[in-house]
């Protein structure tokens, strides 16, 4: 038999991930060696869900992989988002890692941007669920028992209700047409609690929910690393869902 690969897993704690991990751990090709999440440096939080790190930390316990945390500033550049991120998968790949895995769908500028900055210092990118159907994506993750709660929605496209949800049969059928069910365009963030690769479920309670709108950057914002092409991106706000551990 062959020895599998190493290879670090981008966590974002929420369902996608999870489900990406649970494929990706089935597969004899590869060792994931740990879990590598983005935290906003000043709020310690991740970065766009807004999860506190004490549940980021007991969602890795459970899930039994050591975690890797990455500070990143608030509204980083371009330029300092990479710098931190060479230097992770760096210091990643002096351990032997030579795989980076994703929870990524079907966003194909993304998927290339991925793999050209990890072709820089010679890694390869593993994508388990790319291009399969979302909405077979939303059911086979119900159906294995996973359960994930919104934490974040984007007022461009739902409003403060959808936020502190459970992803359910109700909570499919009540979303807009226009509204991917797995929010791969960014519609909304979850946060996984529980299912097959977790040994216990994360205990947690709801805090308050909160609107925040961010500011576009006084600079060229074609070199942030939230760069969008997108003219409107900023004249939307976020509602965020405060989850507590407990």
């Excluded at 769908?105 to 072709?119: H, M, P, T, V």
């Excluded at 593993?126 to 996973?146: A, H, M, R, Y």
């Excluded at 502190?164 to 226009?178: A, K, S, T």
Aim: glycine share 6%; charged share 25%; proline share 4%.
């Amino acid at each position: 038999m062959s020895v599998p690969q190493k290879a670090l897993f981008n966590w974002s704690s929420g369902k996608d991930s999870a489900l990406a991990l649970y494929k990706i751990l089935q597969n004899p090709d590869y060792k994931i060696e740990c879990l590598l999440t983005s935290v906003n440096q000043q709020y310690q939080r991740i970065s766009m869900h807004g999860v506190r790190v004490e549940l980021l930390q007991a969602q890795a316990e459970s899930i039994g992989i050591p975690l890797k945390i990455m500070e990143i500033p608030e509204m980083p550049t371009m330029e300092v988002y990479e710098n931190v991120m060479t230097e992770m998968l760096s210091a990643l790949k002096n351990k032997g890692i030579t795989h980076s895995v994703f929870g990524d769908i079907f966003l194909e500028d993304l998927r290339q941007y991925r793999e050209s900055q990890l072709a820089k210092i010679d890694f390869k990118g593993i994508f388990p669920i790319w291009k399969i159907p979302t909405k077979d994506l939303i059911q086979e993750f119900i159906s294995l028992g996973f359960k994930t709660i919104v934490v974040c929605v984007n007022e461009k496209f739902l409003d403060k209700s959808f936020v502190g949800r459970i992803i359910d049969q109700d909570f499919i059928n009540d979303l807009p047409e226009n509204v991917d069910v797995c929010g791969e365009n960014g519609e909304f963030h979850t946060f996984a609690f529980d299912g097959p690769i977790f040994s216990k479920p994360i205990d947690f309670e709801i805090g308050e929910i909160v609107y925040r709108k961010y500011e576009k950057p006084k600079n060229d914002s074609s070199n942030t690393a939230c760069d969008t092409n997108d003219e409107t991106a900023f004249d939307f706000g976020f509602w965020y869902c405060d989850l507590i551990k407990k």
